[in-house]
């Protein structure tokens, strides 16, 4: 069978990895960091595909996935509902489905501290050297390596990451730390909060271990806040010894005087809900919104995937589902075309308008996120309105939609 290289070990580089190494081919997997990915990301809404990937990359699927959701709650700024929505969804965790992948692809194949310094094709291979002077041959490249993607900056430099004018607030806070309350009221829905110009959201998620039993679940959240790129962005990105970092601060490096202001606005403007969960959450990060389109994921031999090729915001829910989705085309052309650039032409024709088409959408969530507290008086009917509109197009599954064309209402 061909010898294919992946390029990143997260979620996406494992799933094309598992897939391929299962169709019998020679995977040699490439990471940039050193240590465990375990802490990255926080919650993740599952889809039918996913399952399907999980699947395909040889994982049983059962009950342990994620914690199980019957309905959709949003709340007003007084901690009373303005309106549900019925929709049964499993929410999982970046560190529930790392630890699957990971543990299921042989570690002698997952090689670490491999930051890509240069790729090369020719007419029967490529090649990869990197920075610590390694270097690598294979018949095919799936480069699964992010939003800063060190292989499309060498085949596409010209695709590059647009800031969308808002940042996210994430984390994940303890059951066991909430008031009754809050538990009763929120912690076990697929809860949101709107206000004006804003947007929060959370779920219950698996707490440490991956444990999903009552009491030891986790609350995860996202807050999206605008911030000007600028200024605002600037200094939420600064820690607190006033080192800048352009390109996404480390959690643990967020300056505390910046939590401590998101907590005080939180109080006076979310649900006391959603504010008890901020105030006892002890790491909360932020999260830069950023767009990533490309017009071309295809390269001779080198394919993009994964947010490597397309970066769709965080409201349609479907990033981890669709790097799934596309390991699985990857590995379905591949077995019938071979290890060949007829193969990743085929995943290009298969995928590339999907995910132009999920990129839209998000662009589309957002957009409407901002609006929606932008037009003045927020009457009690507009309330419910904005809040029936939101719980039903958010992070709920849209492949019958992207098979359609129809992922953006034709009205917009």
Same mark, same amino acid.
């Given at each position: ?6 390029? +990143? ?12 190494? #299962? ?16 802490? #990255? ?5 599952? $889809? ?17 996935? +994620? ?66 002077g390694s270097s690598y041959e294979a018949e095919l490249l ?5 939003? #800063? ?19 996210? =607030? ?9 008031? @009754? ?25 698996? +707490? ?9 679940? #986790?609350?995860?959240?996202? =807050?999206?806040r605008p911030a000007s790129e600028d200024g605002e962005l ?8 006033? $080192? ?11 300056? =505390? ?48 995937m994964g947010d490597a090729a397309f970066v769709g915001r965080?409201?349609?829910?479907? %990033? ?12 379905? $052309? ?31 969530? %957002? ?8 037009? +003045?008086?927020?009457?009690? @009917? ?31």
């Open positions: 069978m061909a010898k294919i290289l992946v390029i +990143g070990g997260s979620l996406g580089g494992l799933f094309a990895a598992n897939i391929l190494l #299962r169709q019998g081919h020679d995977v040699t997997l490439l990471e940039k960091a050193i240590g465990s990915l375990d802490g #990255r990301g926080a919650g993740i809404v599952t $889809h039918d595909a996913l399952a399907d990937a999980l699947r395909e990359a040889g994982i049983a699927v059962d009950d342990s996935l +994620g914690v199980a959701v019957s309905k959709r709650v949003t709340l007003g700024a007084d901690g009373e509902s303005l309106g549900e929505m019925p929709l049964s969804q499993i929410l999982t965790s970046w560190s529930r489905l790392y630890h699957l992948l990971k543990e299921n692809f042989p570690s002698e194949r997952y090689l670490q501290g491999k930051n890509v310094k240069t790729v090369s094709q020719d007419a029967s291979s490529v090649q990869v050297t990197c920075e610590d799936i480069a699964s390596d992010g939003i #800063r993607s060190a292989v499309r900056a060498q085949v596409a430099p010209e695709i590059q990451p647009e800031y969308a004018g808002y940042i996210a =607030w994430r984390g994940v806070c303890d059951e066991s730390h909430l008031s @009754n309350y809050t538990l009763d009221t929120l912690f076990n829905y697929f809860g949101f909060c709107l206000p004006n110009g804003e947007q929060m959201l959370g779920y219950p998620v698996a +707490g440490s271990g991956n444990d999903t039993r009552p009491g030891k679940r #986790r609350y995860n959240f996202v =807050w999206y600037v200094k939420l990105l600064t820690d607190a010894d006033g $080192h800048y970092y352009p390109t996404g601060i480390p959690p643990l490096k967020v300056s =505390w005087k910046h939590i401590a202001e998101m907590r005080k606005v939180a109080r006076d403007i979310l649900a006391p809900q959603y504010a008890e969960i901020l105030e006892k959450t002890a790491s909360p990060f932020l999260q830069a919104i950023y767009d990533v389109r490309s017009d071309q994921i295809v390269f001779g031999r080198i394919a993009l965080p409201h349609v829910g479907m %990033g981890v589902t669709k790097a799934g989705d596309e390991a699985i085309v990857i590995a379905r $052309h591949i077995a019938q075309f071979g290890a060949t650039p007829a193969a990743l032409d085929a995943y290009s024709n298969e995928r590339l308008t999907l995910g132009q088409q999920v990129v839209a959408r998000a662009q589309y969530l %957002g957009r409407y996120m901002q609006a929606q507290g932008s037009k +003045g008086t927020r009457d009690s @009917n507009s309330l419910r309105r904005n809040a029936d509109t939101v719980m039903a197009e958010t992070a709920i599954d849209i492949s019958t939609l992207l098979v359609e064309g129809k992922a953006v209402p034709e009205s917009l």
